[in-house]
C-alpha cells in the first residue's frame, strides 16, 4: 500500500490556527486535492476531523482519536491510532493522510509521498507540516500559480515521491 500526505501549508510551514486555515480560500487548492484523492481511503486526526474546513473521501475515512466515545458522522469509522487505520486499510493500492501535525509527524517515516500545495505567505498558526528530509523525498512536480481575483495568494503545488 502506497501512503500518501497531502496538505497546504504556509512559507513557514503553518498548516492551522484554532481549528481552521489561515488563508482565506484557494479554489484551486480545493479542486488539487479532490482531484488527486478521489477514490481513495483518507486518514485523519480528531482535530482534522472536528473543523469546519473538514474534508473527506466518499469511499472511507479513518478518525485517530483517544477518545473512545468521540462521535463520528456517517462515512467515518473512529480508530485508536495511526496503525489501526493503516491495518484497516491494507488492502488499498493508496491512502491519503490529510492531517493534522501530530498524525503527518508519525506517518512521515512510512509516508511514500507528499503531495503540497505551498501557500506564498508567513502566517501565524497553531499547526504545522514537519520538516521532512529533501535527501528521503525527491521534488518530482512543481506547478506555480499568482494571485488572482479567485486566490488571494500565490501558491505552488509541489510533489515529493520517496
Given amino acids: 500500500m502506497k501512503i500518501s500526505l497531502i496538505a497546504a501549508m504556509s512559507e513557514n510551514r503553518v498548516i492551522g490556527n484554532k481549528g481552521r486555515l489561515p488563508w482565506p480560500h484557494l479554489p484551486n487548492d480545493w479542486d488539487n486535492f479532490f482531484k488527486v484523492t478521489t477514490g481513495r481511503?483518507?486518514?485523519?486526526?480528531?482535530?482534522?476531523?472536528?473543523?469546519?474546513?473538514?474534508?473527506?473521501?466518499?469511499?472511507?475515512?479513518?478518525?485517530?482519536?483517544?477518545q473512545p466515545d468521540f462521535p463520528m458522522d456517517e462515512g467515518f469509522v473512529r480508530v485508536g491510532s495511526l496503525d489501526e487505520a493503516l491495518a484497516l486499510c491494507a488492502g488499498e493500492e493508496e491512502v491519503f493522510v490529510i492531517g493534522g501535525e501530530e498524525i503527518f509527524r508519525q506517518v512521515l517515516p512510512q509516508a511514500h509521498c507528499i503531495h503540497l500545495t505551498v501557500v506564498h505567505g508567513?502566517?501565524?498558526?497553531?499547526?504545522?507540516?514537519?520538516?521532512?528530509?529533501?535527501?528521503?523525498?525527491?521534488?518530482?512536480?512543481?506547478?506555480?500559480?499568482?494571485?488572482?481575483?479567485?486566490?488571494?495568494?500565490?501558491?505552488?503545488?509541489?510533489?515529493?515521491?520517496?
Fill in 41 to 66: 481511503k483518507m486518514i485523519m486526526g480528531r482535530k482534522s476531523y472536528d473543523t469546519p474546513d473538514r474534508l473527506s473521501s466518499s469511499v472511507g475515512n479513518y478518525v485517530v482519536t483517544r
Fill in 122 to 162: 508567513v502566517f501565524e498558526g497553531d499547526a504545522h507540516f514537519p520538516a521532512f528530509s529533501t535527501t528521503d523525498f525527491q521534488l518530482v512536480s512543481q506547478d506555480a500559480f499568482p494571485a488572482d481575483a479567485h486566490h488571494a495568494y500565490a501558491y505552488s503545488f509541489l510533489v515529493y515521491e520517496r
